[in-house]
C-alpha cells in the first residue's frame, strides 16, 4: 500500500516524515478537539496496539493521517468465536502491520502483534509464534534488499525485544525473537508498547546496533529524515528521548 503526504524540507532539500506513535494508554491531551493546533503537523500514526478503535479513529479524522497498527493482547473489540481473534473490520480504514510489509513514501514498515503468552488469552503468543509471524516478512525483506539496500525501515511490535525495555513477569517479558531479527535485519527503527511506563523518569530509547528501539507508552513524536546516501532513513532522536538502558545505547 503506497500514500502520499506532504513532506517537510529539511536541510539541504531533505525529506521528513514526522510520525506520531501510540500505545496502551488514551492520553486526554491526544483525545481533544484541539490534538492539530497542540501537536502540529504528523505525516503518519502508528499504533503499538492496546487501545480502542474509537481513539484511533479519532487521532486519523482529527489529524488528517493515515494509520498503521498492530494489535496488543488487550485489543478492545469483539473476537471471532472461531480464530479467537479480533476482526479488522473493527478498525476500520487503518493498515494492520501483523506478519506483513507496507509501503508509505519510500518508507517500509512491517509488524508483529501481541504478547508474550501467559493466560491463553488471544494475541498471546510464545516464542515459536512470534517467528512464525517474523518469518512471513522475510521474503519481502529481500526483495527490498535487493532493490533498495535494506530490508526494512521501520518494526512496529506491541512487545519489545528481550533485555530491553521488558519487565521481569511473564507476561511483559520481551521476546528473544525479536532480538535476533533486529540484529540480522537491522531496520531504523522499533517501535513498541505494552511495558508501561508509570514512572516518567524511566528511558525509552535505546541503540541496539542501528536500530534505535524506543518504548510508545502514551505517545511519542518522532521524525524520520531520508538520508539519500544511504538510501534509507535516519532517526532523529531528540534529547530528551535518549536514555541509558538496553544493551547499548546513544
Request: charged share 15%.
Given at each position: 500500500?503506497?500514500?502520499?503526504s ?15 506513535a501510540?500505545?496502551d ?28 478503535a474509537?481513539?484511533?479513529?479519532f ?6 493521517a493515515p494509520?498503521?497498527h498492530?494489535?496488543?493482547n488487550?485489543c478492545?473489540a ?11 473490520a473493527a478498525?476500520?480504514?487503518l ?5 506483513k ?6 518508507l517500509?514498515?512491517?509488524g ?7 493466560n ?37 511490535t506491541?512487545?519489545?525485544p ?17 532480538s535476533?531479527?533486529?540484529d540480522?535485519f ?14 516518567p523518569?524511566?528511558?525509552i ?11 510508545c507508552?502514551?505517545?511519542?513524536v ?20 535518549r ?8
Amino acid at each position: 500500500m503506497s500514500a502520499h503526504s506532504d513532506n517537510g524540507k529539511g536541510p539541504q532539500g531533505s525529506e521528513t516524515l514526522r510520525v506520531l506513535a501510540v500505545s496502551d494508554e488514551v492520553e486526554p491531551q491526544l483525545y481533544n478537539a484541539s490534538i492539530k493546533e497542540w501537536l502540529g503537523h504528523v505525516d503518519l500514526i502508528v499504533s503499538c496496539g492496546d487501545l480502542p478503535a474509537n481513539y484511533l479513529d479519532f487521532l486519523v479524522s482529527n489529524l488528517q493521517a493515515p494509520m498503521y497498527h498492530v494489535l496488543g493482547n488487550h485489543c478492545f473489540a469483539p473476537h471471532d468465536p472461531t480464530t479467537g481473534r479480533c476482526s479488522p473490520a473493527a478498525y476500520p480504514g487503518l493498515e494492520n502491520l501483523n506478519g506483513k510489509l507496507a509501503y508509505y513514501d519510500g518508507l517500509v514498515l512491517g509488524g508483529a502483534e501481541g504478547s508474550p503468552l501467559y493466560n491463553g488469552g488471544p494475541h498471546q503468543y510464545n516464542e515459536q509464534q512470534m517467528e512464525v509471524t517474523l518469518l512471513r516478512m522475510v521474503p519481502g525483506m529481500l526483495i527490498n534488499k535487493v532493490r533498495t539496500g535494506r530490508y526494512l525501515d521501520v518494526l512496529v511490535t506491541h512487545a519489545p525485544p528481550a533485555g530491553i525495555y521488558d519487565y521481569t513477569d511473564v507476561a511483559h517479558k520481551g521476546f528473544a525473537s525479536l532480538s535476533q531479527f533486529v540484529d540480522l535485519f537491522k531496520p531504523s527503527l522499533l517501535l513498541h508498547g505494552h511495558t508501561h511506563r508509570y514512572n516518567p523518569m524511566m528511558p525509552i530509547h535505546t541503540l541496539t546496533g542501528n536500530t534505535h528501539i524506543i518504548n510508545c507508552y502514551g505517545h511519542v513524536v518522532i521524525e524520520l529524515e531520508k538520508d539519500a546516501e544511504a538510501k534509507g532513513w535516519r532517526v532523529n532522536v531528540p534529547e530528551w528521548m535518549r536514555g541509558a538502558h538496553g544493551r547499548s545505547t546513544v
